[in-house]
C-alpha cells in the first residue's frame, strides 16, 4: 500500500498544522473548533480509504483470476473480469503490461471491466497483479495497491500467419507443379515448334518444319505476359516490430502472386545494401523460398507452427520445412531485372539502390510501388527519438512520392 497526498490534502494539513500554531498563541474557541474540522477533514477520508483498500486487499474475488492468452501481434482481443467485493468501491484499475487497457479505467467493484489486449511486439508476457488506485474524498489522498491476477500472454509474431498461409498453399500446390519460366501461347516472339494438334490455328503452322518430319508441325511463341513482378525485400529495419511488419508484407505479397498465377521474381537487399536475385523453378519451390528467407531475417522459431497448424497438414508441413532447411539455394545476379517492381522497405540508411531502381524502371516504362511500415517509429527508445523519426520518415516519403515513386503504408 502506498499513500500519496494530493493538492487538496497538502492544503489541509498546512491549514491544520496552521490553525493549531494560532490556537497555542491566541487559545480562541473559534480557532479551536476550526483546528478541529481541519483535523477531521484530513484524518477521516484518510482512514476510510485506507479502509476500503485493506477491504480490495483482502477480500477481493477476481472471476477470472487469470489470463492465459495467445495472440498476434498488431491484432486486438478483449477479455471481460469482474472484481468482487462486499460492498461497491470506486477505483482506478490499471494493467500493468502496456498492451493491456483496462476499460472504464474508473471502476466501481462488482461490475464487469473489459481488458483490451492490443500488443505490437511478439514475445512473453507476464504479470501478476493488477494496480489499484483508490480516491480518497475531497481528493486529499491517493492510496495506491495491488491485488493478484496472473497474466500469461504469448503475442505470436505477424509472420506466423503468413507462413500458415503459404506452407497451406504449397501444400495445395505439390511438390511437383512447376511454375513455367516461359509461359507458350499468344506472343510474337519465337518458343519452339511442336506436332498439330485438333483446334491449333493453322496459321501458326511451320512449313519447314512440316517438310524435314512429314508431320504436320505448329510454332509456339512466349505469352505475352505483362505481369510479370519483382518484388524487392530490403531486409534493413528499425527494430523487432518493423522487421515482423516487413517481412510480414513480403511473404503475403508472394503468396498472393502465386495465387494470383502471375510470374515474379525475388530480390534481396542485405544489411550491406548488396541485391541478390534468387532462382526457383516451380510455385512451390518460390513458396519454401520466401518462407525461408522469412524465418531467416525474423529469427522466428517456426516450432511454434505445429500448435497452430492444421492436425491432417502436420506431416507434409514438416516435410515442407526440412525442405526449407536442405534444399532451397540462393543464387547471385548481376542486377535486376526491369519489370514492375514491389519494393518492401523501412526507407532506412542508404537508399541508392531504391533511387537506381526507380530511374531503371523508368527507362523501361515500368512502374515502382514501396510498401512500407506505416508506424516506424514503434522501434524507437526513447519519445524524442520516436519523434525524429516519424518526422524523417514523414519527409522522405513526401520527397519519394514528388519523385514519382508510388508509396503504400502497411
Not at 199 to 215: L, N, V
Not at 313 to 338: F, G, N, R, V
Request: glycine share 2%.
Amino acid at each position: 500500500m502506498k499513500i500519496e497526498t494530493q493538492t487538496n490534502g497538502k492544503i489541509l494539513i498546512l491549514s491544520t498544522i496552521t490553525l493549531a500554531l494560532l490556537y497555542t498563541l491566541f487559545s480562541d474557541t473559534i480557532i479551536l473548533l476550526l483546528t478541529i474540522i481541519a483535523i477531521t477533514l484530513t484524518i477521516y477520508p484518510l482512514l476510510t480509504t485506507i479502509l476500503k483498500t485493506r477491504q480490495l486487499e483482502k477480500k477481493t474475488t477476481i472471476i477470472p483470476n487469470n489470463i492465459q492468452l495467445k495472440i498476434i501481434a498488431d491484432t486486438t482481443k478483449t477479455i471481460e473480469i469482474q472484481i468482487k467485493t462486499p460492498k461497491p468501491i470506486k477505483t482506478h484499475i490499471q494493467h500493468p503490461i502496456k498492451f493491456c487497457q483496462t476499460k472504464p479505467q474508473e471502476y466501481t467493484t462488482n461490475n464487469k471491466i473489459t481488458i483490451e489486449i492490443s500488443p505490437k511486439k511478439a514475445g512473453t508476457y507476464t504479470s501478476e497483479h493488477l494496480e489499484i488506485q483508490i480516491n480518497a474524498p475531497l481528493k486529499t489522498f491517493t492510496i495506491k495497491t495491488k491485488i493478484p491476477f496472473k497474466t500469461h500472454i504469448t503475442v505470436i509474431p505477424r509472420i506466423i500467419p503468413a507462413i500458415i498461409r503459404a506452407l497451406e498453399l504449397a501444400t495445395m500446390l505439390g511438390t511437383t507443379h512447376e511454375i513455367p519460366a516461359i509461359h507458350i501461347g499468344k506472343g510474337t516472339e519465337y518458343a519452339e515448334t511442336r506436332e498439330y494438334m485438333p483446334g491449333d490455328d493453322i496459321k501458326r503452322i511451320d512449313w519447314k518444319a512440316t517438310a524435314r518430319t512429314q508431320k504436320l508441325m505448329i510454332k509456339q511463341y512466349h505469352q505475352d505476359t505483362g505481369g510479370s513482378t519483382n518484388v524487392i525485400y530490403d531486409t534493413k529495419t528499425a527494430g523487432p516490430i518493423t522487421k515482423d511488419k516487413t517481412a510480414t508484407e513480403f511473404l503475403n505479397t508472394i503468396t498472393t502472386l502465386t495465387t494470383q498465377n502471375i510470374p515474379y521474381t525475388i530480390t534481396i537487399i542485405d544489411q550491406q545494401n548488396n541485391t541478390k536475385t534468387l532462382k526457383f523453378n516451380t510455385k512451390t519451390e518460390a513458396l519454401l523460398l520466401a518462407i525461408k528467407i522469412a524465418l531467416q531475417t525474423t529469427e522466428t522459431d517456426y516450432t511454434i507452427l505445429y500448435e497452430l497448424i492444421q492436425p491432417q497438414t502436420t506431416k507434409y508441413i514438416i516435410t515442407l520445412l526440412k525442405t526449407i532447411e536442405e534444399q532451397i539455394h540462393e543464387e547471385k545476379t548481376p542486377q535486376l531485372p526491369a519489370t514492375d517492381t514491389i519494393a518492401i522497405t523501412c526507407l532506412l540508411e542508404d537508399l541508392t539502390w531504391l533511387i537506381d531502381t526507380y530511374h531503371n524502371l523508368k527507362i523501361h516504362n515500368k512502374t515502382l510501388t514501396v510498401h512500407t511500415p506505416s508506424k516506424i517509429w514503434l522501434d524507437s527508445k526513447t519519445l524524442e527519438q520516436a519523434y525524429t523519426d516519424y518526422i524523417k520518415q514523414t519527409k522522405l516519403i513526401t520527397t519519394l512520392k514528388k519523385q514519382g515513386i508510388q508509396i503504400k503504408t502497411q
